[in-house]
C-alpha cells in the first residue's frame, strides 16, 4: 500500500535523482488537487480539445448509451475535427505523406480491448478498434489488415491526406526538419454503475518513419483500464511510454493506494529517474479511479486536461513536475 506520507518520500527521493540538466519541482512546490467528484459519469480526456469530446461523451450517456458508445462517440468529435493535427482526419501525415492512425480501446467489465495501428484511410480508428474488440478474437490489427477489416466491416473509405496536410508535409519535406509536437486524444468514463471504459486515438509523430507504431493503440501504454482498480492514458512522445508501460503503471499504483494524481505524477517521475534523459521526456497521464478521484501530471510545465460530468465541463492544468519547458521531440534515440 502507497500511502499519501510514502508517495511524498518516493517522489522526494525521484526529484533528487532526475538531473538531466533541468531542475525538478520539489514536493512542497507541487500543488496537488486530488479532485474528486461524486456525480456519474465522470469524463476525463487529454487536451483542451478534450472538453467538445467529453461533451459529448455525457451527451452520449445521458441519452442512454452505454460507456463504449460514450468513449467511440467523444473521442469521434476529436477525429472528425480537421483543425486537429493530431487525431483522425486533420492528422499530420508520416514522413512519406501518408496519414497512418493508431486507436485502442478498453472495456472494464470483461477486461476487453481493441486496438488498430498503421490504419490509412479510415477517418475513425476508435470505431474500429472496437470493432476488433467486439467482432474478432484478437486485439489489435494492424497495417493493411486492419485497412481491409475496417473496410469489410463498413467503414466508409475517407481521403485523409487533406491539401492542408499535404502543404506542411511539403514545406517538411523541403527542410527535412525537426518532427512537431502532436497532442493524443485519451478519453476515460467512469459510468454510473461503477464501471469503466476507455480510450485513445492519434496521428502520432508527425512525419514518422512509416509504419512507426507510438504508445497509443498498445494496452497498458498509452491506455490501461481495470475495472476493480481506474483507468488511466497519456500523451506525448508514444517512445517514452510505451518502453515503460506508462498507463499500467499508473493503474498498478492505484491499485496499492494512491490517488490517480499521485500515481501520474509517480510514474512520470519513475520513468524519469530510469531513463537517460531523466525528466526531458515529453511524457504526461491522466487517471481516474472507481472512487471519481481523477488527477492529472506531466513534465515541464505540465499539460491542459479536461473534466466533465452532469452540471461541469472544465479545462484544468495538471501537476507540472519540472521548471523547464521539455522539448517536444524524443524517443530513445538522442
Ligand atoms: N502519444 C502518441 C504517439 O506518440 O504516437
Sequence with gaps: MITRRRFIAQTGLALAATGAGC??????EVKTMNARTRERPLIISTWPFGKPA?????AVVRSGGSGLDAVVEGIGVAESDLSNNSVGAGGLPNAAGVVQLDACIMAGPGHRAGSVAGLEGIEHPIAVARRVMEKTRHVMLVGAGARQFALDEGFPETDLNTEAAQAKWREWKAKQGEAEGHDTITLLVLMPDGNLFGGCSTSGLAYKLPGRVGDSPIIGGGLYVDNDVGAAGATG?????????????????MRRGATPEEACAETVLRIARKDPKGIDLGIYFLALDTKGRYGAAGVGKGFDYAVAYPGYSEVLHSLALSDTNVKVVGGHVE
Design 23 to 28: 531542475r525538478t519541482r520539489s514536493t512542497l
Design 54 to 58: 467529453n461533451e459529448r461523451a455525457l
Design 237 to 253: 512522445i508514444g517512445e517514452n511510454v510505451m518502453r515503460y508501460c506508462g498507463s499500467f503503471q499508473v493503474v498498478d499504483l
